[in-house]
Every structure is written in C-alpha cells, then in structure tokens.
T-cell receptor
Framework: NAGVMQNPRHLVRRRGQEARLRCSPV?????VYWYRQLPEEGLKFMVY????????ESGMPKERFSAEFPKEGPSILRIQQVVRGDSAAYFC???????????????FGPGTRLTVL | DQQVKQNSPSLSVQEGRISILNCDYT??????FLWYKKYPAEGPTFLIS?????DKNEDGRFTVFLNKSAKHLSLHIVPSQPGDSAVYFC?????????????FGTGTRLQVTL
C-alpha cells in the first residue's frame, strides 16, 4: 500500500539546466498538488492538477515552471533554466477527492531536494 | 503576505507535560484548518483537522481548538512524548473555489525533552 512517491529524492543542477521532478500519487488518487518549501519557510502552494488538467496554477512562477499530470504515468514538475533561487524542497501531495467535501486530506510525499549550483 | 502565522519558531517541553502550539490566520475565508507534523527529510504527515463550524476536535493525545472571532487555533498534545519532537505546521483552506489549496504557516519546531 504505497504512499506518494517522489523521485529523485535529491537533484543537483547547474544554473541554466533543466530540472524534472516526478510524483506518483497514492494508487487510486486522481488529484495532485505541488508545494515548494524554501529554507526556513513553510510550504507554499504551486499548482493543483487532476488527470490531464491543470485546476489551479496560481502559485506557479510565470516563467520557467510547468507541471503536468498525464493520463498515464507520474505527475511532472519541470523547471527550465534553473537559478540558485530555485533551490528548495519540492513536495507533492495527492488526494482522492476534492477537499471541499472535507472527507479527506492531502497525503504528502517525501519531497525532492533541488540544489542549484 | 503571510496569511497563516506561527509566531513561535520553537518550543521545548518536558516529557509528560502539555505542548501547546499556536497559529493565527488573517483570511476570513478560511474555513478548514489542519495540523501537519514533519520529520527531517520526510514529507508532512497529517495529524488532525477542524472545520470552522466546530471549536474543538480531539483525537487521542491531540486536540485542536479554534477561536474564529480571534482567528486563532491551537494544537494541544498531552502527554507529550519524545517521539513528538518534530516541526508542526498549521495549514488552512477556504471556500474560494480553490478550496484544495492549502496555505501553510512557517512551522514550530517542538522538542520534547526527557
């Protein structure tokens, strides 16, 4: 009964390279959320996706960041041309239903720690 | 604009005593509140939640209190145990059409000493 899986757990990139972070939700969950935690800060919402749809991307930086959750396979958070300020822990969460029903919560993965040199 | 605030970055409590973690919020649209616990190098783990229609929710050693008029909630852990040592995050969501979006505080690091 696997929980949310994220890989890689640690990712090192040089400035200007691309970073791809993957998230496999809990089996049966069709809602995925990405959060970013900068050092000494709380988690900040980035994007909420359902299968093949972006529901809310109000927390995504306007440039260089994109996310997808295809019909098959994991959700991907992609950061193009990374800069040092992108260094952070990126957490993925999943839930089976919309939280407005208040019947469930978001289950978080262990995170990917991105370091930009 | 920090809509969810945890003003105490750290707290130290003796084993067996009560731990009280506090959280304040500014957005009146928030109507659902959660507490998460986080160990180093792991993701947050859900602890307990409360809807704005309640003022208290209890689950074992954990109780969350909500004071809507003060926009304040607190998490009580009693008795505290060494395994409770972790960072605790308060989070909130609201009925804004994007209720699935959680807004987190900056966390309080709890250390339970022997």
């Amino acid at each position: 009964n696997a929980g949310v899986m994220q890989n890689p757990r640690h990712l090192v990139r040089r400035r200007g390279q691309e970073a791809r972070l993957r998230c496999s939700p809990v089996k049966g969950h069709s809602h995925v959320y990405w959060y970013r935690q900068l050092p000494e800060e709380g988690l900040k919402f980035m994007v909420y996706l359902q299968k093949e749809n972006i529901i809310d991307e109000s927390g995504m930086p306007k440039e260089r960041f994109s996310a997808e959750f295809p019909k098959e396979g994991p959700s991907i958070l992609r950061i193009q041309q990374v800069v040092r300020g992108d260094s952070a822990a990126y957490f993925c969460a999943s839930s089976p239903i919309r939280l407005e029903l208040r019947a469930d919560t978001q289950y978080f993965g262990p995170g990917t720690r991105l370091t930009v040199l | 604009d920090q809509q969810v605030k945890q003003n105490s970055p750290s707290l130290s409590v003796q084993e067996g005593r009560i731990s009280i973690l506090n959280c304040d919020y500014t957005n009146s649209m928030f109507d659902y509140f959660l507490w998460y616990k986080k160990y180093p190098a792991e993701g947050p783990t859900f602890l307990i939640s409360i809807s704005s229609i309640k003022d208290k929710n209890e689950d074992g050693r954990f109780t969350v209190f909500l004071n809507k008029s003060a926009k304040h909630l607190s998490l009580h852990i009693v008795p505290s145990q060494p395994g409770d040592s972790a960072v605790y995050f308060c989070a909130a969501s609201g009925d804004t059409g994007t209720a699935s979006k959680l807004t987190f505080g900056t966390g309080t690091r709890l250390q339970v000493t022997l």
